[in-house]
């Protein structure tokens, strides 16, 4: 079965404006008309998405615009908030929910992330929806049950054919900015878990063509051991995604692994 492979850069609250910019130019340099299989996403802050976003253009067959994060409601009375259509405005193609930092750090629930899936998609826009477990539950040995409620909390309430435009992420919360990734083993396992759990509500053919990404450490290094798995169909990389060469190659070895 040969998915869409995604590699995404989530740059997090990550350099400056010229820096970004010299960031962007230096991958979409060194990738373009070299990836076969592979679309690049690129999330940058939300201040440099229109600027990002005109580069990204120019390499619109594989090159796409990602935000971090949206709000829920369409508009109105939200001071410092940025909904949906504004990013559409600007360009922008994915919107990164359900990140474990913004679970924690502002306190998003599953219930407002469901919010939001929906906000995105209605105004046709595309999800990457990570989940993921933190330590105490792995340690416990429910990770499985744990992230099965993650999707079944924020997506089940879907029609299948919103999974068109819907990536999954799973990034274990203990893996992330800590070097300690998952062995591919335990993310293939995942993975296929995952797969699984869309399949018994949404049916396997569905399920067979949804991406799922993974995310917690990933680097040029770990790279090839984790995509050439047959479940992961790609990255979200963090720190590994703000050094051009390191998430260049990250990339192409996205592109190059041999998939059945
Ligand atoms: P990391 O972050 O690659 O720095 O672990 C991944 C993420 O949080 O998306």
Redesign the pocket.
């Known amino acids: 079965m040969s998915r869409v492979r995604i590699v995404a850069a989530?740059w997090?609250m990550n350099k400056s404006f010229l820096e970004a910019i010299h960031l962007s130019n230096e991958v979409l340099l060194a990738l373009d008309n070299s990836l076969k299989h592979t679309k690049v996403v690129i999330a940058p802050p939300f201040v440099y998405q229109h600027t990002i976003g005109s580069m990204l253009k120019e390499h619109k067959t594989w090159a796409h615009l990602g935000a971090q994060n949206c709000h829920q409601a369409e508009k109105g009375a939200y001071t410092g908030e940025i909904s949906v259509d504004m990013l559409a405005s600007v360009g922008t193609e994915y919107v990164?929910l359900g990140?474990?930092?913004r679970r924690q750090q502002a306190n998003e629930t599953a219930e407002l992330l469901a919010k939001k899936v929906d906000r995105v998609l209605e105004k046709g826009l595309k999800v990457i929806f990570?989940c993921g477990e933190a330590l105490e539950v792995r340690q416990a040995n429910t990770q499985n049950d744990y992230v099965a409620n993650q999707l079944k909390d924020s997506l089940f309430h879907l029609p299948q054919s919103a999974f068109d435009n819907l990536v999954i992420?799973y990034?274990p919360i203990w893996?992330?900015?800590?070097g300690m990734t998952a062995t591919p083993e335990q993310a293939q396992e995942m993975h296929a878990h995952i797969r699984q759990f869309l399949a018994d509500k949404y049916g396997q053919e569905m399920a067979d063509k949804v991406s799922i990404l993974y995310?917690?450490?990933?680097?040029a290094t770990n790279a090839k051991s984790l995509f050439s798995q047959p479940d992961i169909d790609g990255g979200?990389?963090?720190?590994?995604?703000l050094v051009a060469q390191e998430f260049v190659n990250i990339v192409k070895t996205c592109d190059t692994i041999n998939k059945a």
């Open positions: 989530n997090k990164i990140h474990s930092e990570c992420a990034e893996a992330i900015g800590t995310g917690g450490s990933c680097n979200l990389i963090g720190g590994a995604a």
